[in-house]
């Protein structure tokens, strides 16, 4: 079984400043997905980015970017430029390809509370 | 504006009553799911739905009951729960689509249950 570990219950970060988040995983499979979430007071979990385990290329989605490291099983999330909405507990998550779905069990680590100081 | 629609947003009930979580989305979806989530914690999964049939029951107990009546309709129907039950129910949902194995899954903002 797949186990997803965020070493950081909580972060703090000053606006406008950049913060890295951590997460690593344990598996034996070679390919898989890997997801942060961010889930805002308001309750609704939201797909901040992804990345797939075969492409080496580290994802980007506008402040958000990917440390990739497929033989560490790392994971980590860097926020650039860092706003007050990005004010959330972060999840990161492993989705396993076994069965060939394309849908399927996410497993989440235990969450990162981020506060963004203005 | 989230996608995924549920309702009720709040719901209190006591250990004897019987009630249902409804999940709504128009996306053309054909995977669905049922996750719980306690304060602080990471989402767990209870159930995925593909093309209206129970795919994954993560060994749920019998008082939590899904349903999946078409395509766009999730229902969790709740009967003689525990005070433990008490938490956050999120619904989600992805496409299913051959050939393409990464669909993310997309929430809704969740029904947050209280067992009196």
């Known amino acids: 079984a797949q186990t997803v570990t965020q070493s950081q219950p909580e972060m703090s970060v000053q606006e406008a400043e950049t913060v890295t988040l951590s997460c690593t995983y344990d598996t034996s499979e070679s390919d898989y997905y890997l997801f942060w979430y961010k889930q805002p007071p308001s309750r609704q979990m939201i797909l901040v980015i992804r990345?797939?385990?075969?492409?080496?290329q580290n994802a980007t989605e506008n402040r958000f970017s990917v440390n990739f490291q497929k033989a560490a099983k790392s994971f980590s999330l860097k926020i650039s430029d860092s706003q007050l909405g990005d004010a959330a507990m972060y999840f990161c998550?492993?989705?396993?390809?076994?069965?060939?779905?394309?849908?399927?069990?996410?497993?989440f680590g235990q969450g990162t509370i981020l506060t963004v100081h203005p | 504006d989230t996608e995924v629609t549920q309702t009720p947003k709040h719901l209190v009930m006591g250990m004897t009553n019987k009630k249902s979580l409804k999940c709504e989305q128009h996306?053309?979806?054909?995977?669905m799911y049922w996750y719980k989530q306690k304060a602080k914690k990471p989402p767990e999964l209870m159930f995925v739905y593909s093309y209206e049939k129970l795919s994954i029951n993560e060994s749920v107990p019998s008082r939590f009951s899904p349903e999946c009546p078409n395509s766009s309709l999730l229902n969790l129907h709740l009967h003689a729960l525990q005070p433990e039950d008490s938490a956050l129910y999120l619904c989600a949902s992805s496409h299913v689509v051959r050939g393409r194995r990464n669909q993310p899954q997309h929430f809704g903002d969740g029904t947050r249950l209280s067992i009196l």
């Open positions: 998550a492993y989705r396993s390809l076994a069965g060939g779905t394309s849908y399927g069990k996410l497993t």
């Open positions: 990345q797939e385990a075969y492409k080496q």
């Open positions: 996306m053309g979806h054909r995977a």
